[in-house]
């Protein structure tokens, strides 16, 4: 079984910078990429950005230049560098994991981040 865990959300004030990581923990998985979604109150969870196992990345038009993914095989964990924060990017955040061998990403269970106007 494979356990995502994200850390780091929070409250900011608009233009600060957060930094959210996940930790993959567990047996017998292969990263094929890793992704970074959002899901704001009322609203449908959306795609932020993405990492491929080679390090190939594609980002949401609305973080393009502001927010950067990152991934550490080694550590298995996958980071997102948010700066220049809105209050719209106010979000629960969720790490996901697509594997070669799964038609489905595994999920964490989210953190939140709260950006005040």
């Known amino acids: 079984q494979v356990v995502l865990v994200e850390s780091g959300g929070g409250s900011v004030q608009a233009g600060g910078s957060l930094t959210l990581s996940c930790a993959i923990s567990?047996?017998?998985?292969?990263?094929?990429?890793m992704a970074w979604y959002r899901q704001p109150p009322g609203h449908h969870r959306d795609l932020v950005a993405s990492?491929?196992?080679?390090?190939?990345?594609t980002y949401a038009d609305s973080v393009k230049g502001r927010f950067t993914i990152s991934i550490n095989l080694p550590k298995n964990s996958v980071e997102l560098q948010m700066s220049s924060l809105k209050p719209e990017d106010t979000a629960v955040y969720y790490c996901?994991?697509?594997?070669?061998?799964?038609?489905?990403?595994?999920w964490g269970r989210g953190t939140q981040v709260t950006v005040a106007s």
């Open positions: 996901a994991l697509n594997q070669p061998s799964t038609s489905n990403p595994s």
């Open positions: 990492i491929s196992f080679g390090g190939n990345t």
């Open positions: 567990g047996r017998g998985f292969t990263i094929e990429s």
